[in-house]
């Protein structure tokens, strides 16, 4: 296979993985509201659960569902004490719990072979590179398409409507009876059952993972996607992942044809930096504005509204 074709194939894998993380920062943030700065904490339970259930002997697909369990399992225990925080408190205590479990991994051999990191076998395609690649881009893209209409299904129910009730005014939702602690919960455990899924497809992917893949930096790419791509917007979300997947490994190659001042990873950085300040500023609503919802009750409204749009 051509050298850039399979440079191509990769980025499109990673854009799949990391538009997955994204639509989870979305449940919680875009439709929300909740601060959660410890998103790469259920990418990493994920990564690491599938890699040591793979290597019990559990088949691919159950260690998939089984990673995106624990990790929503993790989601539930981290969130009920942290979500009765105001929206700052709860960035920093998520943040935290991120690097304590990543440090904890880290100094912990017995579980995961501390710093050494874990190899994991193929799953599919062993020896057979192409075919791998394909395959594994196969898998991301199902389970990506899979979350984006589950999503796009949550966001237009009558829980996708508490979910944006909490977002603009969590007093005023508890008011007419609907448990703000529970169904925040919930969409934590959503959001951490998706990004934990989203590792689990990394490591499957990658086939070593070690603590020092899953940097806070992770969560900050990962708020980057969700916010030049439009809090709300399953799609804005995805073509957020995508752009700034693209601009990364663009700022890499660019390197190779141009004599840089600065490192890449730094250049990044700053143009990052830039961006996001360009956005808040000019269109602080993202690419994509949150679309509105869409059920039958709203189009049947509509329509008695305006007679003449039938």
């Not at 996607?225 to 439009?230: A, F, N, P």
């Amino acid at each position: 296979m051509d050298p850039i074709l399979i440079y191509g194939l990769n980025a499109l894998v990673y854009i799949g993985i990391f538009a997955i993380v994204a639509l989870s920062l979305n449940a919680e943030y875009g439709y929300t509201g909740l601060a959660s700065f410890g998103k790469v904490a259920y990418f990493m339970i994920g990564a690491y659960s599938f890699a040591l259930l793979v290597q019990a002997g559990v088949p691919w697909p159950l260690a998939m569902l089984l990673s995106a369990g624990i990790a929503s399992l993790f989601g539930l225990l981290v969130s009920l004490p942290a979500i009765r925080l105001r929206e700052d408190y709860l960035a920093i205590v998520t943040l935290t719990f991120g690097e304590i479990l990543r440090i904890f991994i880290k100094a912990e051999d017995w579980l995961a072979n501390g710093v050494w990191g874990m190899n994991i076998a193929p799953s599919f395609a062993a020896g057979n590179f192409s075919l791998g690649l394909l395959l594994n881009l196969a898998l991301v893209a199902g389970i990506l398409a899979a979350c984006f209409f589950f999503m796009q299904l949550l966001a237009n129910s009558p829980f996708g409507r508490i979910m944006r009730a909490l977002r603009e005014d969590e007093i005023a939702a508890d008011a007419i009876g609907k448990n703000r602690i529970k169904y925040k919960a919930q969409v934590f455990m959503i959001g951490s059952a998706m990004a934990g899924l989203g590792g689990a497809l990394f490591a499957n992917f990658v086939g070593y993972i070690s603590p020092e893949s899953f940097l806070p930096i992770i969560t900050f790419t990962i708020w980057m996607m969700v916010i030049l791509g439009g809090p709300g917007s399953n799609i804005g979300v995805i073509v957020g992942a995508a752009a700034v997947q693209l601009f990364e490994r663009g700022t890499i190659i660019l390197k190779d044809y141009v004599d840089l001042p600065v490192d890449p990873t730094n250049l990044q950085n700053i143009l990052f930096g830039l961006i996001i300040i360009v956005i808040l500023m000019y269109r602080p609503s993202g690419l994509f504005k949150e679309s509105k919802i869409n059920t039958l009750g709203t189009r049947r409204a509509m329509r008695w509204l305006n007679p003449s749009s039938k």
